[in-house]
């Protein structure tokens, strides 16, 4: 990978957009030639009237057998994620598209993911176990029960409950979704100071034992209309206290996720669908955020 950070290198590369229940995902297949994306860069292109996205999955040559590429993930402020749900089903579609395989891993920074084609055109992908431990998701103190914490100065919000899926995520069981400032809590939490690495914020609402309304604020890229994430680890947090079992179906903004928190593995398996919007070819203008 060239150490050169002129954004503008990445010009005449090009880019496909598509998005995963409204989560807006834009994909940059660097495997040919690889090149680093710098943060400035993934800001740019965010910009309203570019490429408006929530993440960028931009795929480098795969490093171990069997992988279709390793994955890196930016969000639209330029931050880097450990993970992405949604924008993980995007690429094993975009790759099912250009290689007819049914059956797509990747690694990432948080590790291996499985993407299965579905025969309806969903895409299920396996986010691997969830990590509960206040160290791995992490808190910035310790927190002895991880599945009911009340922040101070939150009490309104009741106890929250953290997962990390590879990435951090915060939870708060509310009685109306509809009811919550999500914009307003959302931004204040992501940076609370019990997150050394800013955390996801969810607002979840318990229908029924199998279905749960979810409203996500993301990190680094604010509210969104889904989080793929978000959802596996409120479907985590929701079975862990008893809220619900360990199939769920997740209605999101955008529409609905199946998550499946696997008794045999612990694994997290996440079944949704994605769509294709359009393609084209990067300019400098793109790229550089004075334009
Ligand atoms: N939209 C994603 C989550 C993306 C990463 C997140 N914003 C973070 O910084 O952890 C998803 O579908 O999971």
Redesign the pocket.
Known sequence: MSLVRDPTMLAQRPFVKMN?LG?EILVLDLRTDPEEVPAAAARALARPGVLPF??AMVLYPPRAEGSAAFVR?L?SDG?E???????TRCIAAYEAGRTGERHILFESGAGPLDCVMQPDGRVTVDMGAPHLGWEEIPLARPVADTSAYQIEGFAALGPASFVSVG?PHAIFFVPDVAEVDVDQLGATLERHPLFPERA?ISFAQVLSPDHILLHVW????GR?R?????ACATAVAAARTGRTGRVVRVTLPGGDLKIDWRESDDHVLMTGPVALEFSGTLTPDMLTEAA
């Open positions: 995963g989560n929530d993440q993930i969000n931050s994620a450990g993970a992405c749900g949604n924008g990435n996801n993301e990190r680094g890229a969104t889904a989080c793929g994430t978000a």
